[in-house]
């Protein structure tokens, strides 16, 4: 069973600054997806940023980037020029490429982010 | 473009009774659908999925079980609460049969009292 660390209950920076959120995970797989979702005050889970784990290429999105370290099983998140919006939950995420034609994520408990003003 | 939606938004249950949450999704067809529990402080945990009608995969033993009608159409159900059973409820969908992408509703929060 694959399984998701969430080191950071909680985080905050200021806004403007740069902040990076922790994620490690657990599996035997070799062939799967990390993600960020983001969870604002609204509970709307939002997806913010994908990776695939045959690409060595860190994903990027705008202001958020990821930093994908596959031997060390690490996948953190990294907001640039934070924004008041960006204060939310955000859950790191695993998904098993199985092949099958249904695709579970397992979640990590969350990092609560708040931007300072 | 594609919707889901999810009812009653909140809701406040005494134990043992029974409970109802439905899930639609608008703007595509034959979908994979999803039902998680987000407990307080914790992540989510996926809790049914579906790949079609009548078909109901349960990832977690519990108090509740789950339908699929129609194809656009998701429903978790309990004959009787615990008060274990209070959280919110999130619904996914995703494309079939490829997609490592879920799209999720707003959610249902339920409080058992």
């Known amino acids: 069973a694959q399984t998701v660390t969430q080191s950071q209950p909680e985080m905050s920076v200021q806004e403007a600054e740069t902040v990076t959120l922790s994620c490690t995970y657990d599996?035997?797989?070799?062939?799967?997806?990390l993600f960020w979702y983001k969870q604002p005050p609204s509970r709307q889970m939002i997806l913010v940023i994908r990776?695939?784990?045959?690409?060595?290429q860190n994903a990027t999105e705008n202001r958020f980037s990821v930093n994908f370290q596959k031997a060390a099983k690490s996948f953190s998140l990294k907001i640039s020029d934070s924004q008041l919006g960006d204060t939310a939950m955000y859950f790191c995420?695993?998904?098993?490429?199985?092949?099958?034609?249904?695709?579970?994520?397992?979640f990590g408990k969350g990092t609560l982010l708040t931007v300072n003003p | 473009s594609q919707t889901i939606h999810q009812w009653p938004a909140t809701l406040v249950q005494p134990v043992g009774s029974p409970l109802s949450l439905e899930c639609t999704v608008e703007?595509?067809?034959?979908?994979?659908l999803y039902w998680y529990r987000q407990a307080a402080g914790r992540g989510l945990q996926l809790l049914f999925y579906?790949?079609?009608?009548?078909?109901i995969s349960s990832e977690v033993p519990q108090n509740l079980s789950a339908s699929r009608p129609q194809d656009r159409q998701f429903i978790l159900s309990s004959k009787k609460l615990l008060l274990s059973d209070s959280g919110f409820y999130l619904c996914?969908?995703?494309?079939?049969?490829?997609?490592?992408?879920?799209?999720f509703g707003p959610g249902t929060r339920l409080t058992v009292t």
């Open positions: 990776q695939e784990a045959y690409k060595q």
């Open positions: 996914a969908w995703s494309t079939s049969p490829f997609s490592y992408e879920q799209y």
């Open positions: 599996t035997s797989e070799n062939n799967y997806y």
């Open positions: 579906s790949v079609g009608i009548g078909q």
């Open positions: 703007g595509t067809s034959n979908p994979n």
């Open positions: 995420a695993f998904m098993k490429h199985s092949g099958g034609s249904n695709y579970k994520l397992t």
